[in-house]
């Protein structure tokens, strides 16, 4: 959860003069209680600039701003000292717990009306239902175990279908601040509805033929669940080390251990998951809020991609308003803002994935509420499962292909370069296992160059239009590596007085150029080779025809006389 601020840019180079008076260290009465029970508060700050605003963030979970002399601050008992140190002020203003909503209730109920949560062992249940239910379509993978016992589960969805060019791997997670639910429900109930969807529903059905879906609906088991197995209505936004797992990331800017904790079990799970899983798009789902967040929330400057992220938020946004009410999801600009623009904070989950692991991530607040009344959870299915899925249908289009060795035809781990346009790590990578690469992009003209260690680089023009995908496979040159004599027992090549050009077949799949050479050894003409047919030049007489490997190796010589 991001929480809404208005019209405020922070600039994290500046620094907070402090004022106001001293407040005891050691809060007593309804705070000291709240801080007692569950580790945390939320407290109103009274600040009166954007360096305030901005030293407050970083030293605790800014929630929010009312554009005036209010910021809301979720600390522990550690960092409320510290910002009692530096001489700010403070009320406490808890977070509205329901009395009697958001209660849990069995599978059984809760898989038929969607109206409320799964105790945790329910919860668990239901994940391994999932993959038992349709063991064609889902694997559940447990990618943690935390010391109470408690899992991080991940579903990894898609059909046995193999398009040319693989699938792309889509990631949808929710709920890293354990008291933001609604996104919980959401995924669950996602989940459902792609299995279920499948060989029924032709969109659904193209979606897990042609993608590979992987969904994490509870990311911090032992902030939900803090209260008890039984219930969410005690839960916390942090883990059970007090630590807040938005803050614990390796950051762009700042760089490793931002927030100055050890990397929690948490972070470290999802560290080795992108690690292992080359995620080409997903959204990480919080609340507090009603907006689409797109990067940088480090840096005060656009990400490369900032037309397409515009768009694909623009899209939800609208896709959300178009299915609810008035006036929902219309945080900030009117569903839709830049990390940095709303706040800058350091260590998100959103710019690690994008930076480090090359996956375009937006953070996505869904609610303005916390833990999501029951009686609510059915309207927000309704409010956003079909931005969901055209959120998700995204990570297809866009330019994307298989880069191979020219020689073996084997994959390559290569990196993908928009030329003029990347920057700040926006660049992709192919897999180094299948050679597939995927370059989320809007419409428009690139040249985009391809590079492997070992093999020489080459660039291409492509074209990317809207909606749609553009497909181009890339062989690399070995650099030092000469063309197998196979390759030169079947190439051909002579004179055709008839169209006056030189005839070639069974060229080499790589790109190869050719040289005209007169007798006494003078170049006359130089082509790359784009058809099986190049127009001679230089005058007739005795001629030497060299065909030029990429790597500078000599494929072959011959002689003519035309």
Partial sequence: MRYLLRHVVLLPFLFAIPFGSTVAQHPVGDLGDELSQFGEARIAVTVSSPAQLQQIADVSSLL???????????????????????????????????????????????????????????????????????????????????????????????????????????????????????????????????????????????????????????????????????????????????????RNYPDPRVGANPDGHAYQPETMAFKALADTVSFVMGANLHSGAEVANYPWDTWIKQHPDDGWWRYVCRMYADTVQANSPPGFFTDLDNGITNGAAWYVITGGRQDYMNYYAYCREMTLEVSGIFIEPVHRLPLMWDYHHRALI??????????RGTVTDSVTGNPLRARVTVNQHDADSSHVWSDAHTGHYYRLLEQGTYTVLYEASGYHSASFQVTVAAGDTTIRDVQLAPIG????????????????????????????????????????GRLLQRDNLASECMPVRGGTGVRMIKLMHPNGDQIVRKVFVY
């Fill in 481 to 520: 590596q000469r063309v197998p004599d196979r390759v030169l027992r079947h190439l051909k090549i002579w004179y055709d007085e008839t169209s006056q050009c030189l005839r070639f077949r069974n060229l080499p799949a790589e790109p190869v150029s050719v040289k005209v050479y007169t007798v006494d």
């Fill in 64 to 246: 929010g701003f009312d554009g005036d002399q209010t910021a809301w601050v979720n600390v522990n008992a550690e960092e409320l000292n510290k910002l009692v140190m530096l001489g700010y002020s403070y009320r406490h203003d808890p977070v509205p717990r329901p009395e009697s909503e958001g209660l849990t209730a069995t599978v059984g109920h809760l898989m038929q009306h969607w109206d409320a949560y799964p105790t945790y062992e329910g919860y668990d249940s239901m994940m391994i239902a999932f993959g038992q239910s349709h063991p064609g379509l889902c694997k559940v993978h447990e990618i943690l175990t935390l010391n109470s016992g408690r899992k991080i589960l991940i579903a990894q969805i898609t059909s046995q279908n193999t398009p040319p060019g693989g699938k792309p791997k889509f990631l949808y997670s929710s709920t890293m601040h354990g008291n933001e639910t609604a996104g919980y429900i959401l995924m669950l109930r996602l989940i459902d509805y792609l299995l279920n969807g499948y060989g029924t529903d032709p969109e659904v059905t193209w979606i897990l033929d042609n993608m590979e879906v992987w969904i994490a609906p509870l990311t911090n088991p032992d902030g939900t669940y803090f209260g008890g197995n039984h219930t969410v209505n005690q839960a916390i936004r942090r883990n059970a080390n007090n630590v807040d797992l938005n």
């Fill in 390 to 399: 055209n959120y998700l249908k995204e990570g297809w289009y866009g330019l």
